[in-house]
């Protein structure tokens, strides 16, 4: 799951002079641990946001696509009780937040 929001942040890249951001951390509100990826790529327009993990939802079928991708991503991460966010801006990027509970015994450490 993690390696499927890498390389979609990879694939949404226009050019060599673009990058990717990853950082971690945690949410002491959520009690949950974060991981960010954040990319400087073509973005998601608006028409398609609210569609991104449903099954078979992709911008990438000429190059091979599925749109399988984020659909099985989402399914995993509600199963362990965590969530996906994303934020995009067409021809800025996409951010990408998942947010998975810590474990309690971490959190009382």
Not at 1 to 7: A, Y
Not at 14 to 24: F, M
Not at 33 to 56: A, K, N, Q, W, Y
Request: hydrophobic share 35%; glycine share 10%.
């Amino acid at each position: 799951m993690v390696v499927n929001l890498i390389v979609n942040a990879c694939q949404a890249l226009p050019d060599k002079e673009k990058g990717i951001h990853i950082a971690t951390s945690f949410n002491p509100e959520r009690r949950a641990c974060v991981l960010t990826v954040r990319d400087e790529g073509v973005g998601i327009s608006e028409e398609i946001m609210p569609h991104i993990t449903d099954p078979f939802c992709t911008t990438k079928r000429q190059s091979g696509g599925t749109g399988l991708g984020l659909s099985i991503s989402m399914r995993i991460v509600k199963n362990y009780g965590g969530s996906l966010q994303f934020q995009s801006e067409v021809n800025k990027g996409t951010t990408v937040y998942l947010h998975l509970p810590a474990a309690q015994e971490a959190i009382e450490l």
